[in-house]
T-cell receptor, first 112, second 113 residues
Framework: QKEVEQDPGPLSVPEGAIVSLNCTYSNSAFQYFMWYRQYSRKGPELLMYTYSSGNKEDGRFTAQVDKSSKYISLFIRDSQPSDSATYLCAMSENTGGFKTIFGAGTRLFVKA | DTAVSQTPKYLVTQMGNDKSIKCEQNLGHDTMYWYKQDSKKFLKIMFSYNNKELIINETVPNRFSPKSPDKAHLNLHINSLELGDSAVYFC????????????FGPGTRLTVL
């Protein structure tokens, strides 16, 4: 079993839809949870960053962490064609000399 | 201003050759990384350096050797290239490491023929 599981998709939605992306993990020591967005032929860039449990909102994006279920989510409201990209969840036990483990990434297509 | 830059962007080479990829960051970060992303988009860490010191060394063949001449640079040298080395290699940096935000370079697309 991988430490971080993420459905690779692809996920195709119409413009304006609410998108839900999810990851599950097995390591209960993870405390830092991140979502990166990667456009085709580009490097990943940080979208959302959460420490421990709870929700975080930034514009159309909401990140949720449920440590009791070892489950994290990213919601995108009013999705736009420009949101079409691969979304990678990532998590780490701590800062410093700890690894960041990435999910496989979910490919999202938003149709105009 | 480019934060994390990599050269070259594309690299096409024959099996058995030796090649290097260079990475530079101008963010003043202490930690730098090399990741390999395969055709299924899975991003896997290879190495991590903090202030020129190796702190993460994943199970990669010893044909791969990182070198950090200073904390702004982390180069990757690959000996005796194999078909399975074909992938996109990303350099990244972060202020400290681990759960910090990482800033990625544009990637180097390596194709081994």
């Amino acid at each position: 079993q991988k430490e971080v599981e993420q459905d690779p998709g692809p996920l195709s939605v119409p413009e304006g839809a609410i998108v839900s992306l999810n990851c599950t993990y097995s390591n209960s020591a993870f405390q830092y949870f991140m979502w990166y967005r990667q456009y085709s032929r580009k490097g990943p860039e940080l979208l959302m960053y959460t420490y421990s449990s709870g929700n975080k909102e930034d514009g159309r994006f909401t990140a949720q962490v449920d440590k009791s279920s070892k489950y994290i989510s990213l919601f995108i409201r009013d999705s736009q064609p420009s949101d079409s990209a691969t979304y990678l969840c990532a998590m780490s036990e701590n800062t410093g000399g700890f690894k960041t483990i990435f999910g496989a990434g979910t490919r999202l297509f938003v149709k105009a | 201003d480019t934060a994390v830059s990599q050269t070259p962007k594309y690299l096409v080479t024959q099996m058995g050759n030796d090649k290097s990829i260079k990475c530079e960051q101008n963010l003043g970060h202490d930690t730098m990384y090399w990741y390999k992303q395969d055709s299924k988009k899975f991003l896997k860490i290879m190495f991590s350096y903090n202030n020129k010191e190796l702190i993460i060394n994943e199970t990669v063949p010893n044909r791969f050797s990182p070198k950090s001449p200073d904390k702004a640079h982390l180069n990757l040298h690959i000996n005796s290239l194999e078909l399975g080395d074909s992938a996109v290699y990303f350099c990244a940096s972060s202020p400290r490491g681990g759960g910090d935000t990482q800033y990625f370079g544009p990637g180097t697309r390596l194709t081994v023929l």
